[in-house]
Nanobody, 114 residues
């Protein structure tokens, strides 16, 4: 079965950085686009970034210039590097295949606070 495991979240101060990881299994990783989403308390889940099988990337406006999505097909892993973090980035971050109705994983918590 398709499975993703997110990791790398934590507590950081404003202006800090984190690299989130998404380890995938149960499918041919290199054949599919991947996406990162986030859900802040009291808010709907939102799409943050996507990367196609060929490496083309897109970002939500609020993280453009601060976030970089990447993938390592040899490791079946997608990443989200986030810099210049803001309190508004606080959320649970999830990854999944983009455009597929896979189940959500547990996510990884990112908390940006002084």
């Amino acid at each position: 079965q398709v499975r993703v495991v997110e990791s790398g979240g934590g507590l950081v101060q404003p202006g800090g950085s984190l690299r989130l990881s998404c380890a995938a299994s149960g499918y041919v990783f290199s054949d599919y686009a991947m996406a990162w989403y986030r859900q802040a308390p009291g808010k709907q889940r939102e799409l943050v970034a996507t990367i196609t099988s060929g490496g083309a990337v897109n970002y939500v406006n609020s993280v453009k210039g601060r976030a970089t999505i990447s993938r390592d097909n040899a490791k079946n892993t997608a990443y989200l590097q986030m810099n210049s973090l803001k309190p508004e980035d606080t959320a649970v971050y999830y990854c999944k295949r983009y455009g597929k109705f896979d189940a959500w994983g547990q996510g990884t918590q990112v908390t940006v606070s002084s």
